[in-house]
């Protein structure tokens, strides 16, 4: 048996040891919050971090926000109608990849999300969706931006983009007018807004604007747009990239040169030797040659539409057009497929940013411009 003595002897001690180590801790200075845990670089994360860390807050304010671009637009709406956005569930994993679902309000298409920050350090890949309903249209926006240089152009254009076309006087009239013009005002506020020398990036901006039953394809950089139509895959953008003969010949008729390094760029055709891209949001410093004026492609809403895809060029560097619509069509569901293909993406070693959205359609409620019945939301 242990004496009397020895066990007093411990446990002074011990306590003493817990004291000291509890006068260490406090001492210590604080650990940092993990940014990866609340998925803070990520865009959609990140501001749902600053509006209170929920999502029931988040959702309420993206509907106060659609409900107010619905006003400026003369929409006579109500917030559950006009919330579109996140009306469906969206989740998170550990891994910094994000997905969800989405149904338009007339029932004529679904969509799925997936966003992916991959081998990146940081995310610089911004999405956003929106639903409208005007006296006589039902307008769905679909957009996908890829920041370089960081993420401040790319979130720019999810906050701005879409909004500056919606107060365009000629949207409903004349799209393709509108959409010109209000990609170029809103790369000139920008440019305008950005006084930091040390933030010189820039976005593409590959979106899908429906107007009823037609289409609008709006493209600015590298990011793409591609169809299923009638079973075949058909690229609705054609990416701006330097060695493009057209651009090229844009951008040396502007003053600029196109070069090609495969020592310090892998292989890669760069406007004034640094930009991959040769058209794009923002990028100051070479806006003379590398400007904002989308390519517009229109296409009708018919019976032989299934679903188009947008995505950054962390998909697209990998994966064929051809080989992402017949992954599609092998899964249940656009959320699925959206997930799909940025997890191909990566497993076929994906270096970039990946985003996908894949967009559904339901021919039986395309274009009729009326709300869904119970039970098809």
């Known amino acids: 048996m242990v004496p009397d003595g020895s066990v007093k002897d411990q446990e002074v001690s011990t306590s003493s040891s817990t004291a000291a180590a509890a006068i260490a801790r406090a001492a210590r200075p604080p650990r940092p919050v993990s940014f990866k845990r609340f998925a803070m670089w990520h865009p959609m994360k990140h501001r749902r971090f600053r509006a209170g860390g929920t999502k029931k807050m988040a959702v309420a304010s993206t509907s ?5 671009g619905a006003r400026e637009v003369g929409e006579a709406t109500t917030a559950a109608a ?32 997936s966003s992916f920050r991959g081998r990146r350090a940081s995310m610089e890949d911004f999405y956003d969706i929106r639903s409208y309903k005007t006296d006589a249209k039902q307008i769905n926006i679909f957009g996908v931006f890829d920041g370089h ?39 000139s506020d920008f440019l ?5 020398i040390h933030k010189e990036g820039g976005s593409t901006a590959s979106t899908a604007i429906f107007v009823g039953n037609h289409l609008f394809v709006a493209n600015v950089g590298d990011s793409r747009a591609v169809i299923s139509k009638a079973g075949k895959a058909i690229a609705l953008s054609d990416d701006h990239k330097p060695n493009r003969s057209d651009e090229r010949e844009r951008i040396e008729n502007a003053g600029g040169v196109v070069t090609f390094s495969d020592v310090y760029f892998a292989g890669t055709w760069r406007v004034g030797g640094v930009l991959a891209m040769s058209r794009a949001f923002g990028d100051r410093l070479l806006k003379q040659f590398v400007v904002a004026e989308p390519e517009i492609q229109e296409q009708e809403i018919d019976d032989e539409l299934e679903f188009l895809i947008l995505a950054s060029d962390g998909l697209w560097d990998v994966v064929s057009n051809e080989h992402a619509v017949a992954f599609v069509k092998e899964v249940v569901g656009p959320e699925a497929a959206a997930r799909k293909l940025t997890e ?5 070693g994906s270096t970039d940013n990946i985003t996908c959205i894949v967009v559904e359609f339901h021919r039986d409620n395309v274009g009729n411009g009326s709300s869904p019945s119970n039970g098809q939301s």
């Open 64 to 68: 106060a926000q659609v409900v107010a």
């Open 192 to 196: 305008g807004a950005e006084t930091n």
């Open 344 to 348: 191909i993406a990566f497993r076929r």
């Open 82 to 113: 006009a919330m579109g956005v996140l009306k469906d569930s969206e989740r998170d994993d550990e891994k910094g990849q994000v997905w969800g679902s989405w149904k338009s309000d007339d029932g004529s298409m679904h969509c799925g999300y």
């Open 149 to 187: 240089g960081g993420s401040c152009a790319a979130e720019y254009l999810k906050e701005h983009l879409f909004e500056n076309l919606l107060k365009h006087p000629a949207f409903i009239t004349d799209t393709k007018l509108a959409i010109s013009e209000s990609y170029k005002e809103t790369d």
